[in-house]
Structure formats: C-alpha cells, structure tokens
C-alpha cells in the first residue's frame, strides 16, 4: 500500500523567507501523481501545485516549487517571499493507479509578521 | 471550472436521526466521488469511493451500514449518516475531479457535523 509521510507537524516562517516543507511516500507504482494542498482556516482544501511522477521538471506555480526526488521518494514543497496569507495547513497528497488520493498527515505553517 | 458545492456547511442532529449530506459537481460530470472524514487538526482519511450507478466501495474500517453513499447522477453524490452517534460528530469532505484526478481533486466547502 502507498503511504506518505510529513515529518514537520509544524513550521514556522518569517513574511518574505523562504521555507521548505518535507514530505517523503512509499510506492511500487511507476505511474502516479504528487500533490500538495493548502488548507486554511476555512477547511477548503486548495491545490497548490501538482507533479506528473514522469516529468523530470520540477513543477513552479509562482511563488511555489517543489523538488521532486523520484529515486529518494521525496516530493518537498518551497514557498518563496513567504506571505501572511500562506499560513495554513500543508498537506502532501499521492494518486497512483486506483485514482484515490492520499494524504500526508499535514504541516502547519505559521508565517510571522 | 471544476466547482463542487457541499450542502450543508453545518448540521446538528440529534442521536439517532439521520444525517444526509451533498456533494453536487456544478460545472463537470464526475462518475468517482471520493468521502473523506477529518477529526480537527488532523489529516484527512478516506472513508469510501463514490461510483455513479453502482455501489460505493468503502476503505477497511468503514461501516458501510452507516455511511450510506448513493451516486444517482453524474454531478450528485451524498452521503447519509445514519444512527448518528456523538461520536460521529466530524468534519465530512467530498472531492471530484473531472479527468480521473491527473490534474487534482477539487474538494467541497465541508460539512461539520456535530451530533447530540
């Protein structure tokens, strides 16, 4: 079974750093998809950037990047010019054959003023 | 695009009673629904996988005899609770996307219910 794996239950930032959050999974599958979801306060759960396990680019989406290690099975999220309103929980999330996604356990990432 | 809306945002019920929940996909047909369950400050756990016009197909753990899903339509799923128990009080979520994932999930507005 596929499992993934946050280490950082919380992080803590300045506004305008940088900071990295961890996430490493366990597959066997040679196909599947890399997530990672923001949620704030609200509980909506947004996507904040996404990675095909095919790709060798790291995927950008503005301020965010990640690095995507596929031999190490691990999938890290950089947020850049860190901003208030980036405080929220991080979840990393897998999709592999069955089409289910699965979360990490989350980090909480506290961006101070 | 990609819009799911998640009625209701709260509900309170009392022992016993049923608690059915939506979880509408506006703007896309989505034939796979996905339930999850998340206690606060917690990750969120996959309950059951919603198929429309067959039955739902539940991850180990999960009382499908409570957790009733019907997927009558390709933009409906819901999910009723039923027998309510405090301890089912929760936070309910429901995603869907309309390419089988690939480009992520798009996930309901939440449903916390709280049974007294």
């Known amino acids: 079974a596929q499992t993934v794996t946050q280490s950082q239950p919380e992080m803590s930032v300045q506004e305008a750093e940088t900071v990295t959050l961890s996430c490493t999974y366990d597959?066997?599958?040679?196909?599947?998809?890399l997530f990672w979801y923001k949620q704030p306060p609200s509980r909506q759960m947004i996507l904040v950037i996404r990675q095909e396990a095919y790709k060798q680019q790291n995927a950008t989406e503005n301020r965010f990047s990640v690095n995507f290690q596929k031999a190490a099975k691990s999938f890290s999220l950089k947020i850049s010019d860190s901003q208030l309103g980036d405080a929220a929980m991080y979840f990393c999330?897998?999709?592999?054959?069955?089409?289910?996604?699965?979360f990490g356990t989350g980090t909480l990432l506290a961006v101070q003023p | 695009g990609a819009v799911v809306s998640q009625h209701p945002s709260r509900v309170i019920c009392k022992s016993g009673t049923s608690v059915k929940i939506e979880c509408r996909s506006l703007?896309?047909?989505?034939?796979?629904m996905f339930w999850y369950r998340q206690f606060p400050k917690q990750s969120l756990m996959l309950m059951a996988t919603?198929?429309?016009?067959?039955?739902?197909?539940?991850e180990q753990g999960v009382e499908k005899d409570k957790f009733l899903i019907n997927h009558a339509s390709l933009t409906l799923s819901t999910l009723t609770v039923t027998s309510a128990h405090p301890e089912d009080s929760s936070f309910y979520i429901c995603?869907?996307?309309?390419?089988?994932?690939?480009?992520?999930?798009?996930f309901g507005s939440g449903t916390r219910l709280t049974v007294v």
């Open positions: 919603s198929n429309e016009g067959s039955k739902a197909t539940y």
């Open positions: 999330a897998y999709r592999g054959e069955t089409n289910k996604l699965i």
């Open positions: 703007d896309f047909q989505a034939t796979t």
């Open positions: 597959t066997s599958e040679s196909d599947y998809y």
């Open positions: 995603s869907a996307s309309r390419d089988r994932g690939a480009y992520g999930y798009t």
